[in-house]
């Protein structure tokens, strides 16, 4: 009997319309004379526009500061209520080919494109004198999920786990839906906006779906994060690499440590982490997987992780949760539930209900948690690899009024 899952109400929606850089078909290519206009020269056009766009915002004080970037507030000249978070990219030795990082490019491709409500929005982009590029970002000023997982002070409930997991899973099957990868999923990428929201953002990593054919680097996707077939060098996969990190983030909501937590965070390392918290990648379990070039063998084999030691692990999940995290965990990606698949599990309909906005914790590190996350590098550790084992605090499982 089929059900409908509250996560699939709002169908995706196709991204914004490409701008065409080609010849309009509207203009006429009639041949007659016509009265000789002058224009002005590229570079001055590209400039009055910029300083057009640059004069709408007034940038106010620095909210973080990095080596890839800076980032400040700013309001809106018209109306001093509208805020916005202005990052200033920093001109480094990558950017010699384009002026700018690759990291930059994509992030501006991609955002410039989608749409939607659990993605950080890019409102517009221009250049100063000095040729810095500068992004006028959505304001979000809780903070991020990882902050909130670490912070020992704030108690959440498993109502709450599931509305973050609703929001990220609908901003990644919204950009798979687009053929778009996002390859960085991970707490620290998930911004919280003043409503409660989650936002994904940080697209410095992500790319579109490959052509046939056309091999992809593994070297991607912020270690604790990344999923076996990249270890092991695959040269083509899919959205089901955005899975993994999706699955990695629902057990560390749940836990409140980090899954695959190597240190230091080599791929042998991490190879063997998940062998032993997964179940060590064998033809029987992954068929096919020792043709992959990084292929290393585990030896002796652990068995496949069973249901129960994951429900004794994960058990204020409920058994439904349980069943997801495995579905989004397994070795085989081709196994591996894709983006819908996820929003269609049952999970997302049994009780409890996800937590309303307005009831979420929203106490993410504040504005410059989101301006330190801003200006950080795509792929990075952020320097918890040489933290301590925190000893978090366990989380409120109970009735979602108690943690009101």
């Known amino acids: 009997m089929g059900y409908t899952s509250p996560a699939l109400d709002v169908p995706p929606e196709p991204p914004t319309k490409r701008l065409k850089l080609s010849p309009s078909k509207d203009i006429a290519t009639s041949t007659a004379p016509r009265e000789q206009v002058t224009l002005p020269a590229a570079t001055d056009l590209a400039s009055e526009l910029d300083a057009a766009e640059r004069s709408k915002y007034v ?36 950017a010699a080919d384009f002026g700018i990082s690759y990291d930059s ?35 979000l000023p809780r903070g991020d999920l ?76 912020t270690t604790w994060y990344r999923p076996p077939e990249l270890f092991y060098q695959a040269p083509f996969y899919s959205g089901a690499v955005d899975i993994w990190s999706c699955g990695c983030v629902f057990a560390e909501l749940i836990s409140r440590e980090v899954l695959f937590r190597a240190i230091p965070e080599t791929e042998i390392n991490m190879i063997s982490l998940i062998s032993t918290k997964v179940g060590t990648p064998t033809e029987e ?23 129960a030691a994951w429900m004794q692990e994960f058990r204020a999940a409920g058994t ?15 196994k591996r539930l894709d983006a819908e698949g996820v929003l269609r599990h049952e999970y997302w309909t049994a009780d409890p209900r996800p937590s309303r ?33 925190r000893v978090a605090r366990k989380i409120d499982f109970g009735a979602a009024a108690a943690a009101a």
């Open 146 to 221: 990882l902050k909130l997982i670490q912070d020992n002070s704030i108690r959440y409930t498993a109502s709450d786990i599931k509305a973050w997991m609703l929001m990220l899973q609908r901003a990644v099957y919204f950009i798979h839906a687009n053929h778009i990868l996002h390859r960085d999923i991970k707490p620290n990428n998930l911004l919280i906006a003043a409503s409660g929201a989650v936002k994904l953002a940080d697209f410095g990593l992500a790319r579109s779906f490959a052509d046939p054919g056309q091999p992809m680097t593994s070297n991607t996707i």
């Open 320 to 334: 439904t949760g349980v069943s997801l995290l495995m579905a989004m965990l397994m070795l085989d990606p081709r």
């Open 59 to 94: 940038k106010g004080g620095k909210l973080g500061s990095g080596q890839y970037a800076d980032v400040f507030s700013a309001t809106l000249v018209s109306d001093p209520s509208k805020i916005f978070a202005i990052k200033k990219i920093k001109i480094g030795a990558e």
């Open 105 to 139: 490019i994509r992030e501006i491709k991609f955002l410039q494109e989608l749409d939607h409500p659990n993605i950080i929005k890019l409102h517009a982009v221009f250049s100063t004198k000095n040729q810095n590029l500068n992004l006028v970002l959505e304001h």
């Open 285 to 307: 379990n992954w068929p096919g997987v020792k043709k992959l070039r990084g292929y290393i063998s585990n030896d002796p084999p652990s068995p496949l992780r069973p249901f």
């Open 357 to 389: 906005l307005e009831d979420l914790p929203k106490k993410g590190g504040g504005v410059n948690v989101m301006g330190d996350d801003l200006t950080k590098k795509a792929g990075q550790l952020d320097g918890r690899a040489g933290e301590k084992d």
